[in-house]
């Protein structure tokens, strides 16, 4: 990678794999004067625990949903429960579970251990993905709400939404998390009108490209503003702009 910034004299690394984004920001920023278009490695950490993002945002009182390690999870009743890996992305090891007997076989089939598990409550509600533009100064550049329709993995089907509710909890996690740069938010809005975050991934979305075709370039966006405070309002994207992915072979 160093060897790529020498050749091409970049001046912006974005680093959009999980894996990637705690060594991106700490080897990579401001060598050669390259800026990585990331958050903070802290911030980085804990968003990928998935346990302790859920501990640090209900001791904020910004969302809960009541979660367990696995090794430290019983069974009070039948209702259904949520697991994935404390560490992960793109679905994988997600699952809905009925019984003890379904999480037994779980453990099994799924190969992880009890402690690389976390079990949470199974919340209902409409699910949204929200894109927030922060720059380097944690200044909201902008925020993107988009409705998740259909979900396998990554978003398939969008659309762009207002939300003032999902506006300013995304404000609060701003204020309190201190990012310092751009960040995907993933949370239920349950029927009662509470949000429920269950994850932030700490980088940019896939979905960056819906903000793009309904007029806002969020890259552009952070790169104007590296290094400058904003006084402005967060800029959204039109309305009403839908995605719809599919793949041919």
């Known amino acids: 990678?160093?060897?790529?910034?020498d050749k091409y004299e970049i001046d912006f690394y974005i680093p959009l794999i999980d894996e990637e984004l705690i060594k991106a920001k700490t080897e990579f920023h401001d060598y050669n004067n390259v800026k990585v278009l990331a958050p903070?490695?802290?911030?980085?950490?804990?968003?990928?625990?998935?346990?302790?993002?859920m501990k640090v945002l209900s001791e904020l009182g910004i969302s809960n949903i009541e979660s367990y390690m696995g090794d430290d999870f019983e069974w009070k009743n039948d209702s259904a429960i949520f697991v994935k890996?404390?560490?992960?992305?793109?679905s994988r090891g997600i699952k809905r579970?009925?019984?003890?007997?379904?999480?037994?076989?779980?453990?099994?089939?799924?190969?992880y251990k009890p402690e690389e598990i976390l079990i949470q409550e199974l919340v209902v509600g409409t699910e949204y993905t929200i894109g927030a533009t922060v720059n380097n100064l944690n200044e909201i550049l902008s925020i993107s709400i988009k409705?998740?329709?259909?979900?396998?993995?990554i978003t398939q089907v969008a659309v762009i939404e207002g939300n003032k509710v999902i506006?300013?909890?995304?404000?609060?996690?701003?204020?309190?998390?201190?990012?310092?740069?751009p960040i995907n938010i993933q949370l239920y809005l349950t029927p009662a009108g509470e949000v429920k975050i269950f994850e932030i991934n700490p980088r940019f979305s896939t979905t960056t490209i819906m903000s793009y075709a309904a007029g806002l370039d969020e890259i552009e966006l952070y790169v104007e503003n590296y290094d400058k405070t904003y006084n402005q309002?967060?800029?959204?994207?039109?309305?009403?702009?839908?995605?719809?992915?599919?793949?041919?072979?």
């Open 40 to 53: 903070t490695a802290d911030f980085c950490k804990l968003c990928l625990n998935k346990f302790l993002l």
């Open 167 to 181: 506006f300013d909890v995304v404000g609060k996690v701003v204020k309190e998390l201190k990012p310092h740069g």
């Open 147 to 153: 409705r998740v329709i259909r979900k396998k993995g």
């Open 233 to 249: 309002e967060p800029l959204q994207p039109k309305f009403g702009l839908t995605l719809h992915r599919r793949w041919e072979s």
């Open 97 to 111: 579970i009925d019984s003890s007997k379904e999480l037994d076989a779980y453990y099994i089939l799924e190969k």
């Open 85 to 90: 890996p404390i560490s992960g992305r793109g």
């Open 1 to 5: 990678i160093k060897n790529i910034l």
